[in-house]
């Protein structure tokens, strides 16, 4: 474990697109289950998921045409937040907090998102605070810290709840995303994925998981052509 000192030192979120580093990686955390980290061939860097369902939310995201760049992890200043803390009498926290991400979409707006498993989750007669009413107070002053902070900083915030995605669809973009670099393409569905990922071929990725190979079969010819056409001219989505 990292010290906030140490983080800060290693410029942890001043960076953009390949230079940005989320200020909690995936093996910083005490509980790294179900941490992981993602190759995002679109920002051309890493990226540090501390959940399934951040995992889940991110592929959601990342073939969203209005969406610029994906943020993780996005640390939050710490003046700001004591300065929150002071007006509604809470706790200073001793460790600087940080937000599950931060999305910039092409219309210039940025929107903050908090990843939770599921409604519960905000709910004081759920399972998992029904006999600690402090845990469940303790749970929402950090969401109003966090709501208010983004307030301020006139960026939008959400909750995102991991029942609710469409773990069909973040699975298929994830299989897509494999071989957007076409240095990885070594058959036609490979070569259906990556002009999928580009979106020269556009289908419905939310409704099953797809099976690409099974799909691909009887066209080989007719994607083999289109792909190398695609790379050819140099096409981008």
Known sequence: MKSDKSKLREGRCIGEGKDYVGYIKANEQSS?????IIYDPIAGRTVHVL?????EFFYTMRLNDEVISIEEQMMMSSDLVREICIKHGYRIPNHILSTDFLITFTDGSRKAYSVKADRSEL???SRKYRNAPLAYQKAMIRHHIEQEYWRMQGVDFKFVFRSELNKAFAYNVQQVLMFYDERSVTCEAHMYMWLVAHKIIKIDLSDSIICFPKLVCGMEDKVRDLFERSVAYGYQS
Do not use: A, L, V
């Open 51 to 55: 959940s399934m369902g951040e995992r």
């Open 123 to 125: 709910d004081k007669n």
């Open 32 to 36: 790294i289950g179900t941490s992981g």
